[in-house]
């Protein structure tokens, strides 16, 4: 079984998710990202794994369950932090962030057997996962992260590997993000967060 990591952000306002702002307030934001991560780390504790580690820039609070490691994220670009994280780890890892609350055990019981890494597209350009069976930093660094291109440049360094790609997701970005996104898995914390702030609006 793999090591399945999740890179995130302490959900303080002001924060994480500033591109929900507006129409959300920055605690609003931070509410929703906070379920987002909450819907992100059940999906992983549900899901069998070698090890699970939260990758956090923060400080870890009540929605962290318990049988996860908590990683400090290393100073630097996105592209460093990432290839840090996988550096943690001696054999098969698969990382996903926190902006994908729709993830799903099922989505994640990657099976590293005659396959080198994972690759799973976003909506926006980037990923939203990336397996390696043997996790080598140097994949990572110097792509390009929070563009268009990302995911096609990360896409690139994995030529030559025998990879299996994941379903393309939707991050949550904007508003209209959180919205799709809440549709897909309508019965989450994210979707029930969205819902109660919608309904406050009103």
């Known amino acids: 079984m793999p090591t399945l990591l999740v890179i ?24 929703l990202a906070e379920a ?7 999906a992983v504790a549900r899901t069998p794994a070698h090890r699970r580690v939260l990758v956090l820039e923060g ?5 962290l369950p318990p049988g996860f490691e908590v990683v400090r994220q290393c100073p630097g670009g996105l592209d460093e932090r990432l290839a840090a994280a996988f550096a ?13 609350p729709q993830v799903t055990p099922e989505l994640l019981a990657v099976d590293f057997a005659d396959c080198d890494a994972y690759f799973g597209p976003a909506e926006d350009g980037g990923f939203w996962a990336l397996g390696l ?13 929070s563009t268009p291109r990302t995911g096609a440049v990360q896409r690139a360094r994995l030529t030559g590997l025998r990879v299996r790609e994941l379903p393309r997701l939707r991050d949550v970005d904007t508003a ?23 309904a406050a609006d009103r």
């Open 8 to 31: 995130a952000k302490e959900p303080r306002p002001g924060r994480v998710k500033t591109r929900l702002t507006p129409p959300f307030t920055p605690h609003e934001a931070a509410a």
């Open 36 to 42: 987002a991560l909450a819907d992100t780390l059940d």
């Open 59 to 63: 400080e870890p609070g009540p929605w």
């Open 88 to 100: 943690h780890c001696a054999g098969p890892a698969l990382l996903i962030g926190m902006d994908t």
């Open 133 to 145: 069976a043997d996790p080598d930093p140097a994949l990572l660094l110097g792509v390009p992260m």
């Open 176 to 198: 209209n993000d959180a919205e799709l996104v809440a549709k897909t898995a309508p019965t989450g914390r994210f979707a029930a967060q969205l819902a109660h702030l919608t």
